[in-house]
């Protein structure tokens, strides 16, 4: 019989074991891994139910954990740890690992130690990895920005006047929207803002406030990743808009020379 725990993902209140599941295949994917529940993965000496397959790739070599899911009120006993080695150990599987929110009897840590097994919670994984986590986005952040900026550099035409000199033109900018000055400058801010970011140099800045002619910091890492997130939004729904009236401009002109 289990009961129901607050999950350590949404906030909300887990009320049976496979939304717990969903919780940890949910973690591990926020981490960048492939996480997939309720696979019935086939052994040596036969098949097993697995609450969490999790695989991702280290140093070139395809690694596969299997985890299991206890959303129990009691802590989990060592037999439950024996009963894991045994599956571990038949499909192969690089490790093994059990969260429960619940904790663990005495025996059951001594069991696991000096092994390829891991006797967590949901909860203790997250605090562990909240830096690498926050370390991945910025990643990823830096690779959207990265496209971001070389579908900005496609729009408008550049004009040569002569050796060493020449002008880029973009369409008008109608009122309310973002000018052309402000999407070079967002994207000069934010390269400069990750760059501080990943060297640990605070404040770093995520934004211009165009209007004030001032750039929007943040002093630390959790509120950079949040302040570029919304920036890197916003920037993206002006340039869709930039893209769409480069475009009629281009079909304009074509037609024009026609």
Same mark, same amino acid.
């Given at each position: 019989?289990?009961?129901?725990?607050?999950?350590?993902?949404?906030? +909300? $209140?887990?009320?049976?074991?496979?939304?717990?599941? /969903?919780?940890?295949?949910?973690?591990?994917?926020?981490? *960048?891994?492939?996480?997939?529940? %309720? $696979?019935?993965?086939?052994?040596?000496?036969?098949?097993?139910?697995? !609450? $969490?397959?999790?695989?991702?790739?280290?140093?070139?070599?395809? #690694?596969?954990? $299997? @985890?299991?899911?206890?959303?129990?009120?009691?802590?989990?006993?060592?037999?439950?740890?024996?009963?894991?080695? #045994?599956? @571990?150990? %038949?499909?192969?599987?690089?490790?093994?690992?059990?969260?429960?929110?619940? *904790?663990?009897?005495?025996?059951?840590?001594?069991?696991?130690?000096?092994?390829?097994?891991?006797?967590?919670?949901?909860?203790?994984?997250?605090?562990?990895?909240?830096?690498?986590?926050?370390?991945?986005?910025?990643?990823?952040?830096?690779?959207?920005?990265?496209?971001?900026?070389?579908?900005?550099?496609?729009?408008? #035409?550049?004009?040569?006047?002569?050796? *060493?000199?020449?002008?880029?033109?973009?369409?008008?900018?109608?009122?309310?929207?973002?000018?052309?000055?402000?999407?070079?400058?967002?994207?000069?801010?934010? /390269?400069d803002g990750l760059q501080r970011a990943e060297i *640990?140099r605070w404040p770093a800045p995520y934004a211009w /406030?165009?209007?004030? !002619?001032?750039?929007?910091?943040?002093?630390?890492?959790?509120?950079?990743? !949040?302040?570029?997130?919304?920036?890197?939004d916003e920037f993206e729904v002006e340039l869709e !808009?930039? /893209?769409?009236?480069?475009?009629?401009?281009? %079909?304009?002109?074509? +037609? %024009?020379?026609?």
């Open positions: 019989m289990c009961t129901s725990r607050r999950s350590v993902h949404t906030g +909300r $209140v887990a009320t049976t074991w496979q939304e717990y599941q /969903e919780e940890a295949a949910a973690f591990y994917r926020s981490l *960048g891994l492939e996480a997939e529940t %309720d $696979v019935t993965v086939k052994g040596a000496r036969g098949e097993h139910d697995i !609450d $969490v397959v999790v695989r991702l790739r280290r140093a070139g070599l395809d #690694q596969t954990w $299997v @985890v299991e899911c206890k959303h129990w009120k009691r802590p989990v006993d060592k037999s439950r740890v024996a009963l894991l080695a #045994q599956i @571990v150990n %038949d499909v192969g599987a690089d490790r093994g690992i059990i969260l429960t929110e619940a *904790g663990f009897q005495s025996g059951a840590p001594r069991m696991a130690s000096n092994s390829n097994l891991t006797l967590t919670s949901l909860a203790e994984l997250r605090e562990r990895t909240t830096a690498e986590l926050l370390e991945l986005r910025l990643g990823q952040y830096r690779r959207r920005l990265a496209l971001l900026s070389e579908r900005f550099g496609k729009i408008g #035409q550049v004009r040569h006047h002569g050796p *060493g000199h020449m002008s880029h033109s973009y369409p008008k900018t109608p009122p309310g929207r973002w000018e052309p000055l402000q999407l070079s400058a967002t994207v000069a801010i934010v /390269e *640990g /406030e165009f209007a004030n !002619d001032r750039t929007r910091l943040a002093r630390d890492l959790a509120a950079f990743i !949040d302040g570029l997130a919304h920036t890197l !808009d930039l /893209e769409a009236r480069d475009r009629d401009e281009k %079909d304009r002109a074509k +037609r %024009d020379a026609s």
